[in-house]
């Protein structure tokens, strides 16, 4: 009798199967994979290798001034691991300049933003040169929380992991042999020394996820101030999700 196969492995070869055929059916040659030292993009990293071998597949470092050297580091080690050409291209010669126009005043929210979108801007200038596809990395509670830059690391052609929480995400990286420097690691999206997601966002991913699954259970009626948290932040950040606003054609 045939093995019965795990919730993990089962997704694992659910996503594979995406990226491979999402590649194939594009024509490109391969895909490009923003790697951050985090376990979103460990885990979008190791799932396009397995899909579509990792020759075909490259990882994209694109530190700015405050990324720290071990982030880095764990980017360079993963690659290495799963046997992924990696490059790495430095955000802040763009970002100066950016920062030079006139006008300009640097805030946390402006320099965030600004970072998110470079990246996305590098990312896609790869694609273009070397005809690939842009892997993108955000999974589902980052994305109903409106915890994501427009057009920055929402921007891709695919985006594996989407669909699944944060804490799935864990699971399934546990499955794939992330290392556990990398999956015990404070999540941070690196803007700022310090900067942590559950720190800015003001939830800890397990309440976030636990607050989904009673919302989901509940026909989407909070029940505790921490769903209430969740509710409201999902309607503030709706229009994040919404096609871009446009008249109806008349006629």
């Known amino acids: 009798m045939e093995e019965r196969r795990t919730w993990e492995d089962r997704e694992i070869g659910r996503i594979a199967d995406m990226i491979r055929e999402v590649l194939e059916e ?23 290798a397995r899909a579509v071998g990792p020759a ?5 470092l694109l530190p700015s001034a405050v990324t720290r050297d071990e982030d880095m580091e764990d980017a360079r080690g993963l690659c290495r691991s799963l046997s992924v050409p990696s490059r790495t291209e430095e955000i802040e010669p763009v970002l100066r300049a950016m920062e030079s126009l006139p006008g300009h005043r ?4 402006v320099r965030g933003n600004l970072m998110a979108r470079i990246r996305m801007t590098l990312l896609y200038r ?21 915890y994501f830059t427009k057009y920055g ?8 992991i989407l669909h699944l929480y944060k804490g799935e995400v864990y699971r399934v990286a546990a499955a794939l042999g992330i290392p556990d420097r990398i999956r015990s690691k404070v999540p941070s999206a690196g803007l700022w020394a310090g900067q942590s997601d559950e720190g800015e966002i003001g939830l800890s991913y397990s309440g976030i996820d636990a607050a989904f699954a009673s919302l989901e259970a509940h026909g989407w009626s909070a029940r505790t101030e921490e769903e209430e948290k969740v509710l409201a932040l999902m ?17």
């Open 126 to 146: 790869t694609a273009n040169l070397e005809h690939r596809l842009v892997c993108g990395t955000s999974n589902r509670s980052e994305y109903l929380l409106g």
């Open 106 to 109: 640097d805030t946390p929210y």
């Open 235 to 251: 309607r503030r950040t709706e229009h994040k999700r919404l096609p871009v606003p446009s008249p109806v054609r008349e006629g």
């Open 26 to 48: 594009s024509g490109a040659d391969g895909l490009v994979v923003g790697v951050s030292g985090g376990v979103d993009s460990a885990v979008s990293l190791a799932l396009c």
């Open 153 to 160: 690391d929402s921007a891709a052609d695919l985006q594996p």
């Open 56 to 60: 075909r597949v490259l990882g994209l």
